[in-house]
Structures are given as C-alpha cells and as structure tokens.
C-alpha cells in the first residue's frame, strides 16, 4: 500500500438531515479528515445503486451514505427503501470482490454534527487499513491481455476523468 | 449475386442457441437469401477465413456476430470483421452483454482451467494434460488460440453499432433488423433494435400487479408451485421484469417462469444488475435489518440473479480482487 494513502470517499448525504449535519460539523468547526467528497441529494431514497458501483469503478475507495433516522425522511419512507437496496448490495459487492466495509450506510439526524465527524473518522480509519481499491488501474491491467486498442467509450470516461 | 448486399455471421463464445435462432426465421430466411448474399455463416456454410480478408475494407454491408469474447481467436475475428463490415450488429446477449459466459468472471482463469481439465466429476485426463497455446511434433506446429482473463462483451473489444438483444433473440426481430439494414432505414448508432420499455408493461400478469408489493420471502422458482396468472413478485418469485426490456415476447412467463433479464436493460440504464436489485430489492417488506436480511436470504447468489447475462457488461465487469496471471 503507498504510504501517505488517503483514501477517497464518495457521500451521498440526504438534503434535510446528514447534509445538515455536514453544515453544522462545519460552522462548529469540528475537524475531520478531509477524505469525503460529498453529493447532497433529496432523499437517502434517491441513492440507485449504479451511483455507488460508478464511484467505485470511477475511483472511490469506499462510498457512505447518509439519511434521515427511521421514521424522520421527509418524504416518508425513502430511507427504508434505502436499507433495503443497501443490505442486498452489501452482500452483491462482497461477492465481486469488493470488501462490504467499503459501502457504509448511516443514520444522521441535521444536529448530529459530532455523529457525522465520527463516521467520517472511523470509515477513514477503516479504509486506511483496507489499502486503495484503485478500480480503474485494475480495468487498464485486465485490458493489457487485449491486443490493440479497445474502443470501450466508457472506460476512455473512466480511464480519463480520475 | 454481384450486387445483392453482403452479410456475414459469425459466432464467438456461445452455446449455439444465436445460430438456432437464425434458423427459426424457417421460410423468411429462405425467402432473404434471395436479397442478400451471405458471405460467412460457420454453422451452415463453407467460407473461410482467408474470403473474408480478401475482401475490401467495408465490402460487407452488415456482420451479426453472436457470442462473448473470451480468446484470442475470437478477439482477431471481431476485429477483421469490424474491418470488414459497414455495420457491426452484437446479437444475443453473449454479445450485447456478455451473457452467461460472462458469469465466469467471477473466477480466476487457473481455477476455470483446472476444474474443466482436472476436477470436473466427467473428465477423463489420465496424464494430466492441460491445453497448450503451442504444440511441436516432428517439427510440426499445432497451436490453440489464448483462454484469456477476461470475458468481454462485443463492444468492449470493437465499436459496435447496434445490438440485438436476447437469449436466443427471437426470430421477429432478427427479421426486423434485416428489413431495416435492407431498406436503409436505420435508427441512430448505438440502438438496441428492441422496444425501449419494461417488460411488465407488455406482460399479461401486469393487471395482477398492485402499486405496492411488499415481499417479506423470495422463492425459488422450482421448489414451489407457481399461479400461471399471477405476477411473479406478488408471489415472491424474483422476476426481472421491472428491470429488463420488452421484446422477447414473454417467453419465459408464457412457460411459468420469471424473467431472468436476457433482452438487458432499457437505454436509461447503464448497469443492469444493479437496476435490478434497485427494483427488487425497494419493494421488501421489512424496516428491520433483520426483517430485510431474511427477505433477501431467499436470493442466495445475488450475481446469477441480477448478473445472469450482464457481469462482462457491468460497472465492476468482473470479481475485482482476482490478481490477474496474464499468459501473454
Ligand atoms: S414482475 Fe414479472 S410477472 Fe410481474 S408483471 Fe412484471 S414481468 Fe410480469
Ligand atoms: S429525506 Fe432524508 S432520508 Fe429521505
């Protein structure tokens, strides 16, 4: 593993509630590491699981995701809907691979501030001891085998946009 | 012949059941033969490689090559008929998507050799023999094309410019496909020449589907009964039909099974294992990890249900943490 390995996290926080605690970790001036880049969306229920195998294949070494608690999304029940894609994708990239720590889900409420820096530390740490998934290195090997270019037009997106 | 349009057909990793469906067009294929000039066609004809690099760069109109691609053979075909067609058409989703072939990218090439050579309870290999690339004999040289890595998708080797999806496709939309290259009338590169809709709008069980499925267990299809009439998921089977195109007719549904996702996904979606598990993983009933987690027990090898035709394809394209043992 290289030795100033920071990992890159993809987040997906909820608009009305881990976004908000984001904001206020912020304003509080709490620190944390700085290994999150964060994608507010309405709802936790709006994470479709092709976003985080598309963080993964794009570079992510772990992607987090945060919503409202049960019972408190604002718009009812999309972070049940959530758990339930969540605990079968778990189980969908472990078996490809892909240790299930890296995919993280979590309950954090807009004045959870220190509950966020928390997360955010420990998923850190987690991923650290993990090492780099370093996705798009491992496409450009598996197509060494290939003999002449190929013209997969996504991978060149891949392959140029990290 | 001189002027009829040339078309070719070839097969790469497949199971033989593309070439089935060419045959089934019966009486219209016949009745095309006599519009087109089929220049390579391995199953039923005997042209060889050495016609197809005579050609001119372009001088076939249209090639449909079935079958994932998975050796160095079938990586050099797809590249000299790329070269030698006007339009390059993926067919079946071996093609279009990788297909069944493409769940050995689960495994490591090692093991795949082994267990096929070595382990398999029917093989018979008393010395031991594994395959070679190269075999010298009395100054001769046999050799095999290279098993490589990877299982991949047509496009994923050469540009392709459109698919035709399904395990086989069925017989009507091969026939459309050819009407459309015949009289020009083609839609914009890249399409997939099937309706771009789910297949549950166009499934007769449709009616019997609410709003609202909640599934607290998944069944297994063959350890059950299973109501001809009724959605496959209010009844707790897993079917594909949400996440996957129309256009097969409802083959499976018409023989009582649910969809296994073999026509792919529709054109708004990139990965279709995981379109699939976002459809049918959001409609469980539970709140509960444990509630959920014992839903989700009755679909014990998330890959072969959600990835059934589309791994080679997919975002992740194959178990990531293999390190790879490349034999070039
Ligand atoms: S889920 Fe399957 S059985 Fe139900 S309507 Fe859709 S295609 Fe038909
Ligand atoms: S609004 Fe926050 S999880 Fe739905």
Redesign the interface.
């Known amino acids: 593993m290289p030795e100033n390995f920071e990992p890159k996290i993809l987040a997906f926080f909820c608009n009305w509630c881990t976004y908000t605690a984001a904001d206020l970790a912020g304003v509080s001036r709490m620190k944390y590491e700085p290994t999150t880049r964060v994608v507010r969306v309405m709802c936790s229920g709006r994470v479709d699981p092709q976003f985080v195998l598309d963080a993964f294949a794009h570079g992510a070494d772990g992607v987090l995701i945060g919503g409202c608690h049960p019972g408190d999304c604002h718009y009812v029940e999309g972070n049940y809907k959530l758990l339930r894609r969540f605990r079968m994708l778990r189980r969908l990239v472990a078996s490809l691979g892909i240790e299930p720590e890296r995919l993280r889900m979590e309950w954090i409420s807009a004045s959870e501030g220190e509950r966020l820096q928390k997360v955010v530390n420990e998923m850190t740490a987690q991923i650290k001891l993990l090492g780099p998934l370093e996705l798009p290195e491992r496409f450009r090997e598996w197509d060494t085998e290939l003999h002449e270019e190929t013209f997969d037009k996504e991978r060149e997106v891949v392959a140029s946009g990290q | 012949m001189g002027n009829k349009p040339k078309i070719a057909f070839y097969w790469c990793s497949s199971c033989g059941g593309c070439e089935e469906s060419l045959v089934d067009m019966a009486e219209a294929i016949v009745e095309l033969s006599t519009q087109i000039e089929i220049v390579l066609w391995p199953v039923a004809a005997d042209f060889k490689k050495k016609d197809i690099e005579a050609m001119a760069d372009g001088e076939i109109v249209a090639t449909m090559l079935n079958g994932a691609i998975r050796t160095?053979e079938q990586?050099?075909m797809a590249?000299l008929l790329r070269r030698k067609s006007q339009i390059l058409i993926a067919y079946g989703s071996c093609a279009y998507t990788g297909g069944i072939p493409g769940l050995s990218n689960?495994f490591p090439r090692e093991q795949l050799l082994k267990y096929v050579y070595h382990d398999a309870p029917s093989v018979v290999n008393p010395e031991g023999q594994d395959p070679q690339t190269e075999f010298h004999d009395a100054g001769r040289v046999a050799t095999l094309p290279?098993f490589?890595?990877?299982v991949r998708s047509l496009?994923?080797?050469?540009?392709?410019d459109y698919y035709i999806p399904g395990c086989a496709p069925n017989p009507e939309l091969v026939l459309d496909a050819i009407h459309a290259l015949l009289s020009g009338n083609l839609p914009s590169k890249g399409t997939v020449l099937a309706p771009d809709i789910a297949l549950c709008e166009h499934c007769p069980r449709l009616k019997t589907k609410p709003a609202d499925i909640a599934i607290d267990e998944f069944k297994r299809p063959h350890q059950h009964l299973i109501d001809p009439n009724v959605c496959m998921l209010v009844q707790g089977f897993a079917c594909l039909g949400p996440a996957t195109r129309s256009g097969c007719g409802g083959a499976c549904l018409k023989a009582n099974m649910p969809c296994t996702g073999c026509f792919g996904p529709m054109s708004n979606?990139?990965?279709q294992?995981?379109?699939a598990?976002?459809a049918?993983?959001?409609?469980?009933a539970?709140?509960t990890?444990e509630e959920?987690?014992s839903a989700?027990d009755g679909?014990p090898?998330?890959?072969g249900t959600?990835y059934r035709y589309g791994l080679a394809k997919?975002?992740?394209?194959?178990?990531?943490?293999?390190e790879?043992t490349?034999?070039?």
């Open positions: 160095s990586e050099e590249r689960q290279i490589s890595e990877v496009d994923q080797v050469v540009d392709v979606v990139r990965d294992g995981a379109k598990l976002c049918l993983a959001s409609i469980v539970g709140t990890n959920i987690d989700l679909i090898d998330p890959v959600f997919s975002m992740l394209r194959r178990k990531v943490n293999m790879p490349l034999s070039k």
